[in-house]
């Protein structure tokens, strides 16, 4: 191999988890040897990775001062940027390795095989600092990176937290935690003096309280004074919760397990991460406390299991419907027809419907749906059912706020104020159902029922001539029509008692018998008057069949 000479340079940098290299395109000349006639040099071009880097050479050099060739074959002068023939191009190979520095200020490691990059903590609790009264800037608002509490992952995420008095619970999907925060312990000294002793931690420790029951929707947890409510909505149930009483199945203890069993089937299933547990789509449960009536009220959104089809789109995959399924039927231009399916089958377009379900309207669809039931705290049992679909309570003390619902945000009412009747600028019936019930164990025969009821006007004048307005009245297979009690033709009163003799069954000749009859009346309430129902008798004859 004959002398070479470097005389033409190209390099870039290559960047890779911080291992820092330059890659010379370098192409070499081989000039013809002296005393060699004919004979042609070559150039030779390859990459070389090094540490140096080449283009940052200081003095001479052909990359940075280029040469003239003078195309005679004299010899060049070591230093100079003349070609004369030989391979000296001027390089004094001189070079300040601080270009060649380590770059060790950031460090870099390899990422390992099975790394799983995790930005989500779902059972992790922070705490901020301690806000102090008067301070220039906001602790509260300084979340430090090592101030959290882990909890046990295998009960799910975290859905809800919330304080009751001195306690901090935390809601997961199958578990409820209580979690302490700054604890301390009382200690008496030798010179009769308290001291308290603690860690300093805000977030300390936690204690389940039960590994079976949580809650997986965040709205449906709401405080009262006394208790936690909420609507468990694996368990099919409501409890409710306090740091002096413990857990309570609320709906079991108070005659409501098989109505929450068979009214929690649908999308108030569902979670967040599947688009539910969303009230403003009425999707999942959530819970209000009116302290005016010292009332829990649970909102169940998507109760029953609802399939919404085209009429006139025949599914390629035909699916099956069971009884108890709802389904609604959208057609362009007709509106929405609903159906409540009694019998199993594929549906295969909407004649398929025909003699497997039951046209049902859609304040049905609704009531099936979407209900309210509410529980009065101070007596222990549950009250009502409430057919306004409000989604959203904005409450403080006695102060109750909400939307009408069906979509309508752009009007805000206030609870408890206003007409008696009136619910957002409507006016509906007020109904009130009971069960008569004595000598549970014998059949009877219901014949005259007796009321009393005093109704007066909103500055406490006395309305004599006015009581309820329908009656209807049902065993456990018998039933009379809806009764519109006319005063002194089908209703008379009696000094402060109304008499009203029970309807027969379907206006038929057969009276109403059973061990029990269920009794509801309706009051029209138009005119803002004030209705105190104080007694029922009902009189009956033991049955001889």
Same mark, same amino acid.
């Given at each position: +191999?004959?002398?070479? *000479?470097?005389?033409?340079?190209?390099?870039?940098?290559?960047?890779?988890?911080?291992? *820092? =290299? +330059?890659?010379?395109?370098?192409?070499?000349?081989?000039?013809?040897?002296?005393?060699?006639?004919?004979?042609?040099?070559?150039?030779?071009?390859?990459?070389?990775?090094?540490?140096?880097?080449?283009?940052?050479?200081?003095?001479?050099?052909?990359?940075?001062?280029?040469?003239?060739?003078?195309?005679?074959?004299?010899?060049?002068?070591?230093?100079?940027?003349?070609?004369?023939?030989?391979?000296?191009?001027?390089?004094?190979?001189?070079?300040?390795?601080?270009?060649?520095?380590?770059?060790?200020?950031?460090?870099?490691?390899?990422?390992?095989?099975?790394?799983?990059?995790?930005?989500?903590?779902?059972?992790?609790?922070?705490?901020?600092?301690?806000?102090?009264?008067?301070?220039?800037?906001?602790?509260?608002?300084?979340?430090?990176?090592?101030?959290?509490?882990?909890?046990?992952?295998?009960?799910?995420?975290?859905?809800?937290?919330?304080?009751?008095?001195?306690?901090?619970?935390?809601?997961?999907?199958?578990?409820?935690?209580?979690?302490?925060?700054?604890?301390?312990?009382?200690?008496?000294?030798?010179?009769?003096?308290?001291?308290?002793?603690?860690?300093?931690?805000?977030?300390?420790?936690?204690?389940?309280?039960?590994?079976?029951?949580?809650?997986?929707? *965040?709205?449906?947890?709401?405080?009262?004074?006394?208790?936690?409510?909420?609507?468990?909505?694996?368990?099919?149930?409501?409890?409710?919760?306090?740091?002096?009483?413990?857990?309570?199945?609320?709906?079991?203890?108070?005659?409501?397990?098989?109505?929450?069993?068979?009214?929690?089937?649908?999308?108030?299933?569902?979670?967040?991460?599947?688009?539910?547990?969303?009230?403003?789509?009425?999707?999942?449960?959530?819970?209000?406390?009116?302290?005016?009536?010292?009332?829990?009220?649970?909102?169940?959104?998507?109760?029953?299991?609802?399939?919404?089809?085209?009429?006139?789109?025949?599914?390629?995959?035909?699916?099956?419907?069971?009884?108890?399924?709802?389904?609604?039927?959208? @057609?362009?231009?007709?509106?929405?027809?609903?159906?409540?399916?009694?019998?199993?089958?594929?549906?295969?377009?909407?004649?398929?419907?025909?003699?497997?379900?039951?046209? +049902?309207?859609?304040?049905?669809?609704? @009531?099936?749906?979407?209900?309210?039931?509410?529980?009065?705290?101070?007596?222990?049992?549950?009250?009502?059912?409430?057919?306004?679909?409000?989604?959203?309570?904005?409450?403080? $003390?006695?102060?109750?706020?909400?939307?009408?619902? @069906?979509?309508?945000?752009?009007?805000?009412?206030?609870? $408890?104020?206003?007409?008696?009747?009136?619910?957002?600028?409507?006016?509906?019936?007020?109904?009130?159902?009971?069960?008569?019930?004595?000598?549970?164990?014998?059949?009877?025969?219901?014949?005259?029922?007796?009321?009393?009821?005093?109704?007066?006007?909103?500055?406490?004048?006395?309305?004599?001539?006015?009581?309820?307005?329908?009656?209807?009245?049902?065993?456990?297979?018998?039933?009379?029509?809806?009764?519109?009690?006319?005063?002194?033709?089908?209703?008379?009163?009696?000094?402060?008692?109304?008499?009203?003799?029970?309807?027969?069954?379907?206006?038929?000749?057969?009276?109403?018998?059973?061990?029990?009859? =269920?009794?509801?009346?309706?009051?029209?309430?138009?005119?803002?008057?004030?209705?105190?129902?104080?007694?029922?008798?009902?009189?009956?004859?033991?049955?001889?069949?």
């Amino acid at each position: +191999m004959y002398d070479q *000479q470097v005389v033409r340079k190209h390099w870039n940098w290559v960047d890779e988890f911080s291992t *820092q =290299t +330059m890659v010379d395109n370098t192409p070499l000349i081989f000039p013809e040897p002296s005393g060699v006639a004919g004979k042609l040099s070559k150039t030779v071009v390859f990459a070389v990775e090094s540490q140096i880097n080449t283009a940052m050479r200081n003095a001479k050099f052909v990359g940075a001062n280029g040469f003239t060739d003078t195309n005679d074959s004299t010899g060049t002068a070591p230093g100079n940027d003349t070609l004369n023939g030989s391979c000296d191009l001027g390089e004094n190979y001189s070079y300040y390795s601080v270009y060649s520095a380590e770059d060790n200020l950031v460090t870099f490691f390899n990422k390992p095989l099975n790394f799983i990059e995790n930005e989500s903590f779902d059972t992790r609790i922070y705490n901020s600092d301690p806000k102090i009264n008067g301070e220039p800037l906001d602790s509260w608002t300084y979340f430090r990176p090592l101030d959290f509490i882990d909890l046990e992952s295998k009960y799910g995420p975290i859905n809800k937290i919330t304080t009751h008095n001195d306690s901090f619970f935390s809601f997961q999907n199958d578990g409820i935690a209580v979690v302490s925060v700054s604890p301390r312990v009382a200690i008496q000294s030798s010179d009769d003096i308290n001291i308290e002793i603690g860690t300093g931690e805000v977030l300390q420790s936690y204690t389940y309280l039960s590994t079976t029951v949580g809650c997986k929707h *965040q709205w449906s947890v709401v405080n009262s004074q006394n208790y936690v409510y909420w609507i468990d909505i694996l368990n099919k149930k409501a409890y409710r919760l306090s740091g002096s009483q413990g857990l309570q199945p609320l709906s079991d203890l108070k005659g409501m397990n098989s109505f929450f069993k068979n009214n929690l089937e649908g999308a108030v299933n569902l979670d967040e991460k599947n688009k539910g547990d969303n009230p403003l789509k009425l999707k999942g449960t959530l819970s209000y406390y009116d302290e005016v009536n010292n009332e829990i009220v649970f909102i169940v959104l998507g109760a029953k299991r609802t399939h919404t089809v085209s009429g006139g789109v025949t599914p390629i995959v035909p699916p099956e419907y069971v009884p108890g399924d709802w389904i609604s039927v959208v @057609e362009d231009g007709k509106g929405n027809a609903y159906f409540l399916v009694t019998e199993s089958f594929y549906y295969t377009g909407v004649g398929s419907i025909v003699g497997n379900a039951v046209s +049902m309207s859609q304040s049905s669809w609704k @009531e099936a749906n979407y209900y309210a039931v509410g529980y009065h705290e101070l007596g222990e049992y549950f009250t009502s059912f409430y057919d306004s679909l409000s989604t959203i309570f904005p409450h403080k $003390n006695d102060v109750l706020l909400s939307p009408p619902g @069906e979509g309508d945000f752009q009007n805000i009412y206030r609870y $408890n104020r206003g007409d008696r009747g009136e619910f957002f600028g409507l006016i509906k019936p007020s109904v009130i159902k009971f069960v008569i019930n004595p000598i549970p164990l014998a059949s009877k025969v219901f014949g005259n029922m007796e009321w009393a009821t005093e109704v007066t006007t909103a500055a406490g004048v006395d309305v004599p001539e006015e009581t309820f307005n329908t009656v209807f009245c049902e065993t456990g297979y018998q039933a009379t029509a809806i009764t519109p009690l006319i005063i002194n033709t089908n209703v008379k009163r009696k000094e402060r008692a109304w008499r009203f003799a029970v309807p027969r069954n379907n206006n038929e000749s057969d009276r109403l018998r059973d061990k029990n009859m =269920t009794v509801t009346f309706t009051y029209n309430n138009t005119n803002n008057n004030r209705m105190l129902l104080s007694a029922n008798t009902t009189a009956f004859t033991h049955s001889s069949r």
